[in-house]
């Protein structure tokens, strides 16, 4: 059974730091895209990063570019999501995902349970 699971969240001020991890288990991810997307209420979740399992191409959402890295671990099956410079509008669950390759076309098949972070002002 294919699971992630989210850890790292919490609450910080403006400016501070939270890394976030997601322990992948189940299956290999080696041919997957690992994605780290989130949601607050009432607004539909929105990507935040991805990167290549196997070859670490990287990429981001305008609103994190600068301030946030995705990063993997292979030997611990972890992807990370180092979050810099936080602001209050960064204040969100926290999804971690996981995309294959269907028909050519990249799909997002698991999705965490979700982390909270909250910055405030």
């Known amino acids: 059974q294919v699971q992630l699971v989210e850890s790292g969240g919490g609450l910080v001020q403006a400016g501070g730091s939270l890394r976030l991890s997601c322990a992948a288990s189940g299956r290999a991810f080696s041919n997957y895209h690992m994605g780290w997307f989130r949601q607050t209420p009432g607004k539909e979740r929105e990507f935040v990063a991805s990167?290549?399992?196997?070859?670490?191409?990287?990429y981001y959402a305008d609103s994190v570019k600068g301030r946030f890295t995705i990063s993997t671990d292979n030997a611990k099956n972890t992807v990370y999501l180092q979050m810099n410079r936080l602001k209050p509008e960064d204040t969100a669950v926290y999804y971690c995902?996981?995309?294959?390759?269907?028909?050519?076309?990249?799909?997002?098949?698991?999705w965490g349970q979700g982390t909270q972070v909250t910055v405030s002002s």
């Open positions: 990167i290549r399992w196997s070859g670490g191409s990287t």
């Open positions: 995902a996981a995309a294959g390759y269907h028909s050519g076309s990249l799909k997002y098949d698991y």
